[in-house]
């Protein structure tokens, strides 16, 4: 009688992961492509063989990771910081919140089109700041070494209020007299926030990370118009060599495969986050 | 000797262009117990904020055993507080709950441990300590609570409604408990409610707050029998105490247990409603000089028409214009 | 009857006044223009998408030259040449026929031309250089001189644009991208292919290109070139408008020449698989790229027309007066490789090139590893592979 009442449940999770996943998987088993006319062809696994092989596919991966775990390390962080600030009476809260989730609601392409203005090498408003310190003009977007870097400050930019404002929530769910009767316990600002607002933090923390971190995985539009992979792919991301091979090469067989390829990574790392979290907890109970 | 305990001045807390209190001055002796008492939103929560650290004084000043504590940080004051929720850590065991504060004060292991298997047994705690907040029964977190206030160490003890969070049964049974327990530690105890059968029971004596200003300060009884004002006279007792029209200007008052019910010679009244409580019961009369209260044994069984009297003693007599007692 | 057309909104724009006018003299036959995205690629994305779900609304799609094969393969397109007969582009310019043919059909009827052109300030020399060596020695001496900043901007994003600006100095270089007589063969480690990656790769080296071309494309481009900070550019002919409007710093100074070998970037109609009236969609292909509709078109918008007839037309060079350089460029032009693959080698050649001229590896090693990967691709396609 309970399987009868989850069944609509699980034919949606059925309908929404499982076909799909299905769907790519019996693709990835096909050449689909130019080469076949788009119709599906049985290959075996070569287009498995040819990913474990593919030096761009890894290479993208651990940019792609690269790219993510910065970003989430500084989103978290700067995400904390401005949600304590928002916490505390400020005046006009509501429209100092507001202003600071602007960018969240900017559209990415619209943000990312504003950031390579921004970047913009010699035009750009942080160049003018450079060049009027009597510094010279650099090339942001055009150094291979660095040039990621200012990928992910334009993420941390935009979805930092996101973190901010999920990191508020969890902040206004402690009520006000633990930290009240932490303080009269003589604990100073820096204890309060170690020994009490982190903890009850924790799962809106791991929250705001799971979310990101899916999100980070899967960065597209803000790189397809930031720097378009370049300079030399430095910046390419997983979505973006899956996307390029489907929808540019019209290689449905390999894109299908990079696509599962990059699910593996992400539920991989996702895993990692949650195993680590549960061996954390199991610490702490065992602990005296 | 005058200066151990709390002494506070003339204390006031605005906010905007609220006066949340106004100018209160108060004294608690070491080992006494004081009730701000008071109905919601009188000033005595604000009072008990003020004196932990937790809001800015606005004026005024507050010493505590000789030492201003006016604008020192909480937790520098030596003050602890049992919150009305109690506010124990939910992600922390009892025993992390009680050694955190000491953890914070860099009070060393060994005396750490020592201290907080005193204070386990003192509240009977044992078996607890591993347990979280979230599965102790409520009398246990408030003990646990007290605990913790207990291992501050402090120079003043706060308690903001200790009770309100029990059901009235347990209540009962550990308001002794708790009035021994505070008597014991020898500081300074405030606390806060707005049940005057909790202060009565907890209380050497009662301050009564009513819109940011002390109406009067004494022991139960002389807040009972001698009220300052009209409004001390109203709030204390229950049932509560019969007005009567006195002569030009004054307010005439009586306690229901005063009234007695004569055959002849009294005021006429008549019998509006009764209610059985047990030992008593409460009589409603219509009398010429107003509705009155009546307490009256339990097995008396009144006809419709009464005569009631009173001792001319009894009587209260307030200023009509100003609500203060007349001598 | 109605006749549906996705075009880029830039171009369902252009001809809107024009299709207004023909749904109102044509009672029978009805043209329903998509506004499509401006992006190029992103109407690509939304064309492919529409194919991919099969029953495409559109009857006719307006191409960039580099979709054709592509979409061809994909078996997606209609051979046009039963609907317009064999010589359907007898007439257009021979720089404009390219591109149009692929595997012996017919799937395109180009609406417009776009070529690589070189853009010089009349105001810091008297002719444009004659040869790509002078070009940069010029633009060397002039930076030298102290007289601009930059000596010749182009885009180097890593992009198609870096592609097309790759193929203008391979073929002045006298190399080629795919074997001539092979077109089954990359050739990009050829001597030629080499020298000219090495000579892109120089100019940024050198300073005469800045740094900052890693992520330049034609607009980052322009804007250094119209705020006269770069004494050349390599653009397409739209620039040329752009630069004479006014509050542009170099208007009047600049000067517009045929590079020679100008990549060639047309747009042109296919018509789709799967239309419900394809002689009708044939006859509005044929009013879309007619000689009146291209004239119109050329006055307006400056857009090039396909037509030699109107290249030639004197009245049209007196209103045009970027015509008779356009005229020259069509002449020969370069065209990206014809393959269904081609977005695959542009792309490892995009790699390569963007790692060569953002970083510091040799061109030879840049040129090895494209024609390594490019082999990979084409020897995939071969047959019996």
């Given at each position: 009688m309970a399987i009868l009442l989850l069944l609509p449940a699980l034919a949606l999770v059925a309908g929404v992961f499982l076909w799909p996943l299905l769907r790519y998987g019996w693709l990835s088993l096909q050449a689909s492509s130019v080469l076949t006319g788009l119709v599906p062809v049985p290959n075996g696994g070569a287009n498995w063989q040819r990913l474990l092989a593919d030096g761009r596919f890894w290479q993208d991966a651990a940019q792609t990771l690269r790219f993510a775990g910065l970003s989430l390390a500084l989103e978290l962080l700067l995400g904390l910081a401005l949600a304590l600030l928002l916490h505390r009476p400020l005046p006009r809260r509501g429209l100092v919140r507001a202003v600071v989730l602007l960018p969240w609601a900017l559209p990415t392409t619209v943000m990312a089109l504003g950031w390579r203005w921004i970047l913009n090498d010699p035009f750009g408003p942080l160049n003018g700041l450079l060049q009027s310190l009597g510094l010279p003009a650099y090339g942001f977007l055009s150094q291979p070494a660095t040039t990621w870097l200012f990928t992910v400050l334009a993420d941390v930019w935009k979805t930092t209020p996101f973190v901010a404002l999920l990191l508020l929530a969890g902040l206004q769910a402690i009520p006000s007299e633990l930290e009240e009767a932490l303080r009269l316990e003589g604990a100073g600002p820096w204890q309060r926030l170690r020994r009490l607002t982190l903890p009850l933090l924790a799962p809106y923390l791991l929250l705001a990370a799971l979310f990101r971190l899916a999100q980070a995985l899967g960065v597209f539009d803000l790189i397809q118009v930031l720097t378009g992979s370049g300079p030399a792919s430095s910046t390419e991301s997983l979505a973006l060599y899956a996307y390029l091979n489907a929808m540019r090469f019209l290689d449905f067989g390999y894109a299908a495969t990079l696509m599962l390829g990059m699910f593996a990574v992400v539920l991989g790392l996702s895993a990692l986050v949650l195993l680590a979290q549960a061996l954390r907890r199991r610490l702490a109970e065992m602990a005296p | 000797m005058t200066t151990a305990g709390l002494h506070c001045e003339q204390l006031s807390r605005r906010v905007g262009d609220r006066l949340l209190l106004d100018g209160l001055s108060l004294s608690v002796a070491p080992g006494e117990s004081l009730a701000l008492l008071g109905?919601?939103?009188?000033?005595k929560t604000t009072t008990l904020r003020l004196l932990a650290g937790l809001d800015p004084v606005s004026g005024g000043r507050i010493r505590l055993d000789g030492e201003d504590v006016t604008h020192s940080p909480a937790g520098e004051r030596q003050v602890a507080m049992v919150f009305q929720s109690y506010a124990l850590y939910p992600h922390l065991s009892v025993l992390a709950n009680l050694e955190l504060g000491l953890e914070v004060r860099r009070v060393p292991a060994p005396e750490r441990r020592r201290r907080i298997a005193e204070v386990l047994a003192l509240l009977q705690l044992e078996g607890l300590e591993r347990r979280r907040p979230a599965q102790l029964s409520g009398g246990q977190r408030q003990r646990v609570a007290l605990a913790r206030a207990l291992l501050r160490q402090p120079r003043l003890m706060l308690l903001d409604e200790p009770m309100s969070n029990l059901d009235a049964q347990l209540r009962d049974q550990l308001r002794p408990e708790l009035r021994a327990l505070l008597h014991r530690a020898g500081h300074p105890v405030i606390h806060v409610t707005h049940d005057q059968q909790e202060a009565m029971g907890l209380a050497d004596r009662i301050a009564v707050l009513e819109g940011g200003v002390l109406q009067q300060v004494g022991t139960p009884q002389e807040l009972y029998h001698r009220p300052a004002n009209l409004f001390v006279a109203r709030f204390l007792g229950r049932p509560g105490i019969n007005l009567l029209a006195g002569e030009a200007g004054v307010q005439l008052a009586i306690r229901p247990e005063q009234l007695r019910l004569v055959e002849s010679g009294g005021l006429p009244a008549r019998l509006l409603r009764r209610e059985w409580q047990g030992s008593q019961q409460l009589l409603w009369l219509d009398t010429s000089r107003g509705e009155l209260l009546l307490l009256a044994a339990a097995d008396l069984t009144p006809g419709e028409q009464l005569q009631v009297t009173w001792k001319p003693d009894d009587e209260l007599r307030f200023s009509s214009a100003s609500g203060e007692r007349l001598a | 009857m109605e006749v549906s057309v996705l075009m880029p909104a830039p171009f369902a724009d252009a001809t809107a006044p024009l299709v207004a006018a023909f749904n109102r003299e044509h009672r029978e036959l009805q043209i329903a223009v998509t506004r499509g995205p401006l992006d190029t690629e992103a109407l690509s994305d939304l064309a492919i998408s529409s194919l991919l779900l099969g029953d495409t609304p559109y009857d006719l799609l307006l191409m960039d030259v580099t979709w054709t094969p592509k979409y061809a393969a994909a078996g997606w397109l209609e051979p046009l040449e039963p609907l317009l007969g064999d010589n359907a582009l007898a007439g257009m310019a021979p720089g404009a026929q390219l591109g149009n043919t692929f595997g012996g059909h017919l799937w395109r009827l180009p609406l417009l031309a776009d070529m690589g052109l070189l853009y010089w300030r009349t105001d810091l020399m008297d002719a444009p250089p004659k040869s790509l060596q002078e070009l940069a020695a010029t633009a060397a001496d002039l930076q030298r001189r102290g007289v601009v900043p930059w000596g010749y901007v182009w885009q180097g994003r890593q992009y198609e644009g870096l592609s097309c600006v790759f193929l203008e100095v391979l073929r002045d270089f006298g190399g080629h991208w795919l074997r001539l007589g092979d077109d089954r063969q990359s050739d990009l480690d050829s001597p030629e292919a080499i020298a000219a990656a090495g000579w892109l790769g120089g100019l940024v080296r050198s300073g005469v290109t800045p740094d900052a071309v890693a992520n330049i494309s034609e607009s980052e481009s322009l804007q250094i070139f119209g705020a006269g900070q770069a004494a050349f550019m390599r653009n397409w002919p739209y620039a040329w408008a752009e630069l004479q409007k006014p509050g542009s710093v170099v208007a009047g100074r600049v000067g517009v020449v045929s590079l020679g070998n100008g990549t060639q970037g047309s747009w042109g109609f296919s018509l789709l698989k799967g239309s419900a009236h394809p002689q009708q969609a044939a006859a509005v292909m044929r009013w879309f790229t007619s000689e009146a509709t291209s004239r119109d078109l050329a006055v307006r918008f400056g857009y090039t027309p396909v037509w030699q007839s109107l290249l030639d037309d004197p009245q049209l060079q007196e209103q045009l007066p970027l015509l008779p350089v356009l005229r020259q460029a069509l002449e020969c032009t370069a065209l990206r490789p014809l393959t269904p693959l081609y977005a695959q080698l542009s792309d490892v050649l995009q790699r390569q090139l963007s790692g060569l001229i953002s970083g510091s590896g040799s061109a030879e090693a840049a040129m090895a590893e494209a024609q390594r990967q490019s082999t990979l691709l084409l020897r995939a396609a071969a047959p019996g592979a």
């Open positions: - | 109905p919601s939103g009188c000033g | -």
